[in-house]
């Protein structure tokens, strides 16, 4: 039988400090029982000799010193898991919170999960449909990838998330698919809006919900990404789904973590937060993959907000280093009316070339991307160009440079609410290179242009008037 220990040496925020504790372990689950007879949890969160400290998940409120009672649970944190899990919401800590009751569990599972052996690995491959042309052609996502979300305050990252959890399914049928989506210190009105939005899109029967709101307990919200990893674990290498967690806002997440690392007395590393921070996000991002034998996978995007849009500060940082690329969304582009605002040409996807071309998506894609690119890239340098000597005193191929860059803007980044397929959107941008004139395409090859180059029907498409310039344009392609 546990011991049970009356009284509290200490109380200090969301921690309390317990003394001549036996046999304690680090992040062993406490339950707390208050005078009134109302019960609290809490973890070990650092031993000191006969010292524990303790991290109350609902807070200190009402504790008292001298008849609070405390009792050892023996066990780290476990999460109930169950299939059952899809289609409901829970808050950080894994509780229902939907009205639907307590799911039957067919396990349990440490929140903290198991590494996964480097050796065990599979390489990702295979691609994940977004639905959004600048994600799946230009920064694509491979299953099993870790691929984060750059955003700054008031750029529309909750509308873009929405959005992919909407769309995301994976190319082959007969494969199951499932996202579990976690929210982090969120208002009331954005946590309504998760729900409502997928409810609304008919989507929640493949979803599972964790919400943590902003005024919900700092502890939690640092527990949230942990549940929701957990859960997609379990649906993964256990039921073989191919699972696609998206989890908002790593910045609150990291923020809470150092308030509790303030609490604690630690000493900080830079702008304040704690010096483990790098191994601390690790141990989230790593937890995506695909283990060899195993049918299912994990696949992130994590979303974060760079304060004052600084791509240096701590938190983007130490993510560019552990993640497999990034997207960036462009606040230049947000006051434009360009939804999703993706910034392509900072945005990368490592892993994108093992899972595009021929047998995954399409042959010419890689050659289209790169073709996008580097169009796109001169367009910059135009303006950059512009802003100096004038538009009018462009040559006429950089006028053109400038045509396909408001095209490629308002037709290829901005889509709305649009779900487009992979040959869609590959198909789009070949409509766009074919703006350009044939000469100034050097990343394809005269095959690929002699099959989807087509100057004339991109002209009809986009509706461009015969001005002298793509006169004078046509004659030298003609030419």
């Known amino acids: 039988m546990a011991l049970q220990y009356v009284g509290l040496s200490e109380i200090n925020g969301p921690l309390v400090v317990l003394d001549h504790v036996k046999n304690a372990s680090y992040d062993e689950m406490v339950e707390f029982v208050l005078e009134n007879g109302t019960k609290r949890q809490g973890r070990v969160v650092q ?6 400290v303790i991290q109350i998940f609902e807070g200190t409120n009402s504790l008292s010193l001298k008849n609070t009672k405390t009792r050892l649970l023996g066990k780290p944190m476990e999460l109930p898991l169950s299939k059952e899990m899809l289609g409901r919401v829970f808050n950080g800590a894994g509780k229902p ?47 099993g990838q870790k691929l984060p979300i750059f955003s700054g305050s008031g750029l529309p990252h909750n509308q873009l998330a929405v959005q992919i959890v909407k769309n995301a399914q994976v190319a082959e049928e007969g494969q199951e698919f499932a996202v579990v ?13 998760f729900r409502r939005s997928f409810e609304e899109a008919g989507v929640m029967d493949h979803v599972v919900m964790f919400l943590n709101l902003s005024n919900d307990p700092i502890i939690e919200r640092t527990l949230a990404p942990r549940c929701a990893l957990t859960a997609a674990e379990y649906l993964a290498f256990e039921h073989d789904m191919h699972v696609l967690v998206i989890y908002t806002d790593i910045t609150s997440y990291c923020e809470a973590l ?24 690790a141990s989230l991002y790593e937890r995506a993959g695909i283990a060899k034998g195993a049918k299912g ?29 990034q997207i960036t969304l462009d606040p230049e582009l947000s006051s434009m009316g360009i939804f999703p605002p993706v910034n392509v040409l900072p945005s990368l996807s490592r892993l994108m070339k093992d899972g595009i071309g021929e047998g995954f998506t399409r042959a010419d894609h890689q050659d289209v991307a790169n073709q996008l690119f580097a169009a796109y890239a001169h367009v ?5 160009l512009t802003s100096v000597i004038g538009e009018d005193e462009l040559s006429a191929a950089d006028k053109k440079f400038m045509t396909f860059g408001r095209l490629f803007e308002q037709h290829f980044l901005n889509q709305g609410d649009e779900n487009r397929s992979i040959e869609e959107t590959l198909n789009l941008g070949w409509m766009l290179l ?19 180059y087509d100057h004339e029907k991109a002209v009809e498409y986009f509706g461009l008037q015969e001005s002298n310039v793509i006169k004078e344009l046509k004659d030298a392609v003609n030419g």
């Open 97 to 143: 919170i939907d009205g639907l009751g307590d799911i039957y569990a067919e396990k349990s599972a440490d929140i903290n999960g198991q590494p996964l052996n480097p050796v065990s690995r599979t390489y990702p491959q295979n691609y994940i449909n977004t639905g959004i042309s600048s994600i799946d052609c230009l920064t694509t996502l491979i299953r």
């Open 434 to 452: 074919s703006v350009l004139p044939r000469t100034s395409l050097d990343r394809l090859d005269n095959k690929l242009l002699d099959q989807f």
């Open 181 to 193: 989506f976690a929210a982090m210190g969120v208002t009331n009105d954005v946590a309504n809006y």
């Open 380 to 384: 910059q340098d135009v303006k950059a």
């Open 258 to 281: 150092r308030e509790y690392s303030s609490s604690k007395g630690e000493i900080p590393g830079r702008k304040g937060y704690p010096g483990y921070l790098y191994s601390d996000l």
């Open 297 to 325: 996978s994990v696949t992130q995007i994590p979303i974060l907000t760079m304060p004052n849009n600084d791509i240096t500060h701590p938190v983007p940082d130490l993510t560019g280093y552990i993640t497999e690329g």
């Open 47 to 52: 031993i000191e000799g006969d010292k524990a």
